[in-house]
């Protein structure tokens, strides 16, 4: 009975609710003077026919005939009284059984079930939480990072101004608090001071207000605040945000650096203390066509040979199969054992490379910038004429029109391109233009983006070799912020995985585990303590407290969990 009468203190003090109080009261007043003017009329009329009745049972002649039951008891003979008695039921049905109810249930019942929504909405986190990250929106980066901190036990809370929808979040099991996110008692309340970090993931300007804000709460706590706009990147540090990432820059960096100009460039696309991850792609390499066991990489540089991108698909790495022109190895070792490898690949003399970028938004100008950098020519395709002047000087040659049509795209220099980036913000329209790329030029290298990591095997069906999406990204960038180590970024669906050592392995040999053949992991390192063994011997022996360092997809770390559920080392 209490929290009924909270209830309804809360929902009378809604200024909203006054007003469809007021509305309502309105509509049935109006009802009210019609059931009034048809009481009187009604005795009018019967007197007209000689006929007498009381007061009361002209109100119940009225009431019966407006809400259609009509019971028959009562009626008139004259055709003006049965006229009367027609406009009486269509004026029932309008208003009683149309527009009353509707009324009911927009200003009334609607805003009721509204408010007991708004009453189950947390409006703080409990005393003493700490260690959290604070996400200011659910957006895909948040979604997958909060997946990635919930591997490593790290909690979070989500903030929601609406309560309505902070409540429908809750129901798909989301953690939330509802509060509006320019107020400092909203980061009072979600404990700010004691979080691990805010992430601040809107737009520019409200990400400028929340940093603000935040300070206001705390001067320590890292923020992390995403940046659409370069021009925004210095202001937001100026407000007081820890690291303010430009991720759609930073994605099309990432797409451009999978474009090798020069046969035998190593790419370092990862450190983790000592430990680097390079790819090697074999195009115009002596790799081409011989094997891993043939090469002898290992024991000649001391690099293992960990993945081989194929077709956008990080495979095993076989011995016994031979590598192909579209192969990118991925390799694990030391700074030195790099340098080892590079004397046995060399790499070879700059060559004039033609790069074809479809899409000039952000994404795409950020690609073409920095392989201009590195000596590429650029041609830029871009639909819209206001974006493509924006992309005047930044690529060497900018061709407006629809990449969907094949004109354009020779135009645009498809025919002689040795690579081709795909852009656009579009998932569907970059799983449409990788299929249609790959038709005309099947030699290609192909680079694509997308946006959801859900359309990742769509676009790895349609011939794109390597794909990377907005919230891979993101959430990789800020899982390694969190984590206070270099960003490590192998691939979509691919990541980096620190585990403890199950019990059950513990004594054996990494050879004996079998982790690879059981689950699909590759163990690139141990961690102990504070040194870290990179390419551990098969006979090397899993000790208590060690921390395994492997790469894999989260279906094959999901699947090491599921066979040994108790991953915990003594």
């Not at 700010?192 to 970090?197: I, N, P, S, T």
């Not at 407290?545 to 094959?556: M, N, R, T, Y």
């Amino acid at each position: 009975m209490r929290y009924l009468g909270i209830q309804l203190a809360f929902f009378l003090r809604q200024s909203q609710t006054k007003r469809n109080l007021l509305a309502l009261g309105q509509l049935l007043a109006v009802v009210g003077v019609l059931v009034l003017v048809f009481t009187v009329l009604f005795h009018a009329l019967m007197e007209m026919e000689g006929q007498e009745h009381s007061w009361f049972t002209g109100l119940y002649w009225t009431l019966t005939t407006m809400t259609t039951l009509g019971f028959g008891d009562i009626t008139f003979k004259s055709d003006l009284g049965r006229l009367f008695s027609t406009v009486v039921l269509l004026s029932g049905n309008v208003f009683l059984l149309i527009l009353l109810p509707f009324a009911f249930i927009r200003f009334l019942y609607a805003p009721w079930l509204e408010a007991q929504l708004k009453l189950r909405a947390p409006r703080a986190l409990p005393e003493g939480a700490k260690g959290h990250v604070v996400f200011c929106a659910w957006d895909a980066v948040t979604q997958g990072l909060s997946r990635k901190l919930g591997e490593v036990g790290v909690p979070y809370v989500v903030v929601v101004p609406d309560p309505v929808v902070a409540v429908q979040m809750m129901s798909d099991g989301v953690r939330v608090v509802t509060g509006e996110l320019d107020a400092k008692a909203t980061y009072e309340a979600v404990h700010a001071a004691d979080a691990r970090a805010v992430v601040a993931n809107l737009g520019d300007a409200q990400n400028t207000n929340v940093t603000l804000t935040v300070r206001e709460v705390s001067a320590e706590v890292p923020i992390l605040a995403t940046v659409e706009q370069m021009e925004s990147q210095d202001l937001l540090l100026l407000a007081g945000a820890t690291h303010a990432m430009p991720l759609k820059q930073r994605l099309g960096q990432q797409l451009a650096s999978r474009i090798s100009l020069r046969s035998g460039e190593l790419h370092v696309i990862g450190r983790f203390r000592d430990v680097q991850m390079a790819e090697l792609p074999a195009l115009g390499t002596p790799l081409v066509g011989r094997t891993l066991r043939e090469l002898g990489l290992r024991q000649r540089t001391g690099v293992n040979v960990v993945g081989v991108w194929e077709r956008g698909r990080l495979v095993p790495a076989r011995g016994d199969e031979p590598l192909t022109a579209a192969s990118v190895p991925v390799l694990v070792g030391s700074e030195a054992q790099f340098e080892a490898l590079q004397a046995e690949v060399p790499v070879g003399e700059p060559s004039p490379t033609t790069v074809l970028i479809i899409g000039g938004g952000t994404v795409g100008r950020a690609a073409a910038r920095a392989l201009v950098e590195r000596g590429a020519t650029v041609h830029l395709v871009e639909h819209e004429s206001a974006a493509a002047s924006r992309c005047e000087g930044v690529a060497h040659a900018v061709v407006v029109g629809e990449a969907a049509d094949r004109t354009v795209l020779e135009r645009a220099g498809l025919v002689e391109a040795s690579a081709v980036i795909v852009t656009t913000n579009d998932d569907a329209m970059n799983v449409y233009l990788s299929i249609y790329v790959r038709r005309l030029r099947p030699d290609v290298r192909l680079v694509s983006r997308i946006t959801h990591e859900r359309n990742h095997e769509a676009i790895l069906r349609a011939g794109a070799d390597f794909v990377l999406s907005y919230a891979s990204l993101g959430k990789e960038m800020m899982f390694s912020v969190l984590q206070g180590r270099e960003l490590v970024l192998l691939g979509e669906g691919i990541d980096l995985h620190a585990l403890p050592v199950p019990r059950a392995l513990l004594g054996q040999s990494l050879a004996q585990s079998d982790i690879g053949a059981q689950t699909g992991l590759n163990v690139i390192a141990i961690q102990r303590g504070e040194e870290i063994e990179a390419n551990p011997a098969p006979k090397t022996v899993l000790n208590p407290g060690d921390v395994l360092l492997v790469i894999g997809s989260p279906a094959q770390r999901s699947a090491l969990s599921e066979r040994y559920p108790d991953r915990k080392g003594h």
